[in-house]
C-alpha cells in the first residue's frame, strides 16, 4: 500500500505547538450575529472568587498572545470556565475568536482580579446588579454562586439591551437557575429579574438610569426606594452606562466601594473604548 511514498510522505505530521496556557473549548453557542458563548476547560489550579475577570485569547498572527480582559461568566463552583462575548467584526480578538470550535485551544492566564466580588461591599439587605450588554457576564457567575443568596435576602438583575434577542443569554440563564435541583430553592423568591430592551418593543422597557430615577422598577417589584442602609449595588456597563448609573447610585446616597474599602457599590468596564 506503501510502495512509492518517500520517507517525508510516510513520517507523522508534527503535532501543532500547544499554546502557552492552553484551555480546551468544551462547548459554544451563538446567541445573535454579535454575541455568543463558550465553555472551556479549568486549569486544576485556578482559583476565582465570583465576578472576577482573567485574560484570555488566541495566539496573534506575529505569533504573540492576543489578550484581552474576559468577566469568568460561570460560578467559582464550576468544573470548567464559561465566557460570554461580543462579535465585534473587525475586532483583533473577536473576529477570530467567534469562529472557535469544540476542541480548539485558547489561551487562559490565570490570574483573576476585579472588583465586583462581595468582599467589596458591606452587608446588606439587597443586592442589585446592573448591566447592560455583555456586562450581564460577571453577574452570569454572581447569580449561579450560593454566597450571593446567603448574604442577600434580597437579589435584583436589571439587564438592558437594544433588542430582545441579546437578553437571551440572560433569560435562559435565570430560568435554567430557577429550575435548577441544588440552587432552584436557594433562588426562590430572592432573584428578581429585570431585563429591559430600549431600541424594541417588549413587555419592559428603558435605559436603567431611568427606570431607577423614575421609581418605575421600585413600584414593579414592590420594593422601598434604593438606600445605603439596605441596598448594595454593583455595576457593569459600557463606561458611558458606569458614567450615568454612578450618578443616579450616588443620588440614592450610596458610595462607591473597593476591595480594599468595601462600601455600597462597585462599578467594572464590560469593555474599554466608547468614546468616553
Ligand atoms: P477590541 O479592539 O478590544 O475592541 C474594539 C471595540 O469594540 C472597542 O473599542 C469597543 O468599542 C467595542 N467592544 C469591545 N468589547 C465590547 C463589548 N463586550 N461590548 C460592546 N462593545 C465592545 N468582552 C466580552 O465580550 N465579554 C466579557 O466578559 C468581557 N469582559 C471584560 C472585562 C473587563 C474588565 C474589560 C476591561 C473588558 C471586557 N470585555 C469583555 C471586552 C474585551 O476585553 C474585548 O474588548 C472584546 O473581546 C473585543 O476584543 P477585540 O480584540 O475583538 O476588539
Ligand atoms: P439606548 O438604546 O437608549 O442607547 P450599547 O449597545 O450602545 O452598548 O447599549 C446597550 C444598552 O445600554 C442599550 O439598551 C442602551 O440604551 C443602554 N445604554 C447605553 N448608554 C447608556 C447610558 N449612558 N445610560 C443608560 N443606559 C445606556
Known amino acids: 500500500m506503501t510502495e512509492g511514498l518517500t520517507v517525508t510522505e510516510l513520517a507523522p505530521k508534527p503535532a501543532k505547538p500547544h ?15 454579535n454575541l455568543f458563548s463558550f465553555r472551556v476547560t479549568r486549569p486544576q489550579s485556578l482559583r476565582f472568587r ?24 460561570s460560578p467559582n463552583w464550576d468544573e470548567e470556565l464559561e465566557f460570554y462575548s461580543i462579535k465585534v467584526p473587525d475586532g483583533p480578538l473577536t473576529s477570530k ?44 457567575s454572581l447569580m449561579r454562586d450560593p454566597e450571593t443568596y446567603e448574604k442577600y ?12 434577542d441579546e437578553l437571551e443569554y440572560g433569560r435562559q440563564l435565570v430560568e435554567e437557575l430557577h429550575n435548577d435541583e441544588l440552587i432552584g430553592e436557594m433562588v426562590a423568591g430572592k ?16 435605559r436603567i438610569t431611568d427606570n431607577l430615577t ?6 414593579d417589584l414592590d420594593l422601598p426606594r434604593m438606600n445605603p442602609a439596605e441596598d448594595r449595588a ?5 463606561l458611558a452606562f458606569n458614567v450615568d448609573v454612578k450618578a443616579v ?11 480594599s474599602e468595601p462600601l455600597e457599590y462597585v462599578v467594572e468596564k464590560a469593555f474599554v473604548g466608547d468614546g468616553i
Open 97 to 140: 475568536l467567534q469562529h472557535i470550535k469544540v476542541g480548539d485551544e485558547i489561551i487562559l492566564r490565570p490570574k483573576p482580579v476585579g472588583t465586583l466580588v462581595h468582599d467589596a461591599l458591606l452587608p446588606g439587605k439587597r443586592v442589585w446588579f446592573l448591566a447592560t450588554g455583555t456586562g450581564l457576564a460577571p453577574f452570569a
Open 50 to 73: 465570583s465576578g472576577e475577570f482573567v485574560m484570555i485569547g488566541l495566539m496573534g498572527d506575529n505569533g504573540k498572545p492576543l489578550l484581552r480582559a474576559y468577566s469568568i461568566a
Open 234 to 238: 454593583m455595576v457593569c456597563g459600557s
Open 214 to 219: 423614575s421609581g418605575k422598577v421600585f413600584d
Open 249 to 259: 447610585l450616588e443620588g440614592f446616597g450610596l458610595r462607591e466601594g473597593a476591595n
Open 153 to 164: 435576602d434580597q437579589v435584583i438583575m436589571m439587564h438592558t439591551c437594544r433588542t430582545a
Open 19 to 33: 499554546l502557552p496556557d492552553a484551555q480546551i473549548v468544551t462547548s459554544v453557542k451563538h446567541w445573535t450575529d
Open 191 to 206: 432573584l428578581r429579574y429585570y431585563p429591559t430592551t430600549t431600541r424594541e418593543e417588549t413587555a419592559q422597557m428603558g
